[in-house]
């Protein structure tokens, strides 16, 4: 296997963005189909799955640029006051449902109430009041808290038809039919399925970012991604880290990924345990555990940025959050000397007043790659970790209940009161930690969650309360024939209709 995979596509990558920018489709052929790969049911669409692939049919009122800058979609512009408390937004008047009927604010009405109602609750409770003010233009003013998904310019929030859905039930909202025959405003119509098998959409005409180039869109459901590939079956699969490293090495594949910053896997250091209580240990540990070359040894690019703090996804993508501890064996030993862990009776552990170095790490047995790799940095500055693997809902329950020494786990921002709160399960104990986990979670909206993440950032990184390994990274493989791919960047399917297909010659 070539180790310098990754340099070696990251700058294929650059190339291809650079020359692709200025090209054209040329020659194309009267109709073409793209085939995807997809672990699901033709329900893809639906809530249940919560799918990048309900953008095949729905739309949002905003998308994502590459940089993870917001742009205009359904929603034409916007204008906030108050803090960001209030908004009033504008749509745009072009757009219609795949039946013909106009769409209008009516449906972003319905669709957030729809929402946020008891039997769904695909939102955090939140209260809101939206003000439609005519067909194009509502006022939206937040009074508490609410999380990004229910954010007034959602990148990720579709929006539904209120005259299919407004008399269904919404206690069987995951279940209803609808999700198998869906009508959105979206690039793609829905024309027909086979029950587990697969699903074919058809390019919307009147689609309001203009006609898809791509004539077809079959989405293929299995697991065998691979072999799918590697037969020619489908054009796009989602991957494993090591078959993108395989697959990358065939001219006949481009490798893309993508980087979220929700959930980081991490290690929670239990802060009553007299171990971990001191920060400069905790900075020891850090500095003690390569995580540049971790994404080497778990077939990860290695360049994707390592983090210290909590983020939030347009943090993440603006890199406004401050540099991560570097790697450095010997500033942990020193730190560790400095914190009066020395090896003094030179048994290779550090030790004291006579008590090891040496303590249980609890994991998953889906983490165990890092949990050894963890291991054997510490052995190599004089700690001994002995790891535990459990199930994920056994692990969960040991550490909710305070029993552990370490824990590794993935940390997702809506748990940050559990794990950094004042309610801490790791025994936080910082009162200028607690005033900003405070303000994210009660922020009104994500300009003020951002905000106070920033605020958040260096006490964060002054404690360490845990030290984040690596974000959650997602791979795609596309056949050479797909073209446009720099144009949607990660999120391919929001931007669908930038792609075309091109065979060879």
């Not at 020193?334 to 090891?356: K, N, V």
Request: aromatic share 10%; proline share 6%; with cysteine.
């Amino acid at each position: 296997m070539k180790r310098d995979w990754w340099p070696t596509v990251v700058l294929t990558t650059i190339v291809v963005f650079g020359q692709s920018c200025s090209e054209l489709p040329r020659n194309l052929p009267e109709a073409t189909t793209f085939t995807m790969l997809a672990y699901g049911d033709e329900a893809i669409a639906g809530p249940m799955w919560d799918s990048h692939l309900q953008h095949l049919v729905f739309s949002t009122l905003v998308t994502r640029n590459r940089q993870g800058e917001l742009e205009p979609s359904l929603a034409e512009r916007w204008e906030t006051s108050d803090e960001g408390r209030s908004w009033t937004v504008h749509l745009r008047r072009d757009v219609k449902w795949h039946d013909g009927i106009p769409f209008t604010a009516r449906d972003v009405e319905f669709t957030l109430n729809l929402r946020a109602r008891p039997q769904v609750l695909q939102d955090l409770p939140a209260s809101f009041t939206l003000t439609v003010i005519d067909d194009w233009t509502y006022t939206i003013e937040f009074h508490t808290r609410s999380n990004n998904s229910i954010y007034p310019i959602s990148a990720w929030t579709v929006v539904y038809p209120k005259h299919h859905l407004e008399h269904l039930d919404p206690k069987k909202f995951a279940s209803w039919a609808f999700w198998k025959a869906p009508v959105g405003t979206g690039p793609y119509r829905y024309v027909r399925h086979v029950p587990k098998t697969m699903v074919e959409y058809e390019a919307n005409p009147e689609y309001f970012g203009g006609k898809p180039r791509i004539d077809r869109v079959i989405v293929k459901f299995g697991e065998s991604a691979v072999t799918e590939l590697l037969a020619g079956n489908v054009d796009q699969a989602w991957v494993r880290p090591l078959e993108a490293v395989k697959l990358g090495e065939s001219p006949d594949f481009r490798v893309r990924y993508s980087v979220s910053p929700d959930p980081l896997t991490g290690i929670a250091w239990n802060l009553r345990n007299p171990m971990f209580r001191d920060a400069t240990v905790r900075r020891a540990l850090t500095a003690a555990i390569d995580r540049v070359e971790l994404r080497r040894v778990l077939n990860l690019p290695e360049e994707v940025p390592v983090l210290d703090v909590l983020v939030s996804e347009e943090i993440y993508g603006k890199r406004e959050y401050p540099e991560a501890l570097p790697y450095d064996p010997d500033l942990a030993r020193q730190l560790l000397a400095e914190a009066g862990w020395t090896d003094r009776d030179g048994d290779g552990t550090r030790d004291r007043d006579g008590l090891p170095f040496q303590f249980t790490l609890l994991a998953t047995s889906s983490s165990s790659p890092l949990a050894v790799y963890v291991q054997e940095s510490l052995r190599r500055v004089g700690i001994q970790m002995e790891i535990v693997t459990k199930s994920e809902r056994q692990a969960v329950d040991q550490a909710a209940s305070g029993d552990f020494d370490a824990f590794l786990t993935m940390f997702r921002n809506k748990h940050q009161q559990m794990f950094f709160g004042r309610e801490s399960i790791i025994g936080v104990s910082d009162d200028r930690i607690f005033a900003g986990i405070d303000s994210v979670t009660e922020a009104v909206t994500s300009l003020h969650r951002d905000a106070a993440l920033r605020d958040l950032a260096p006490v964060f990184r002054e404690v360490l309360p845990v030290t984040f390994l690596t974000p959650i990274i997602e791979f795609q493989v596309f056949h050479r024939r797909v073209h446009g791919l720099d144009r949607s960047g990660s999120r391919f399917v929001q931007h669908i209709e930038k792609l075309w297909i091109q065979e060879d010659g």
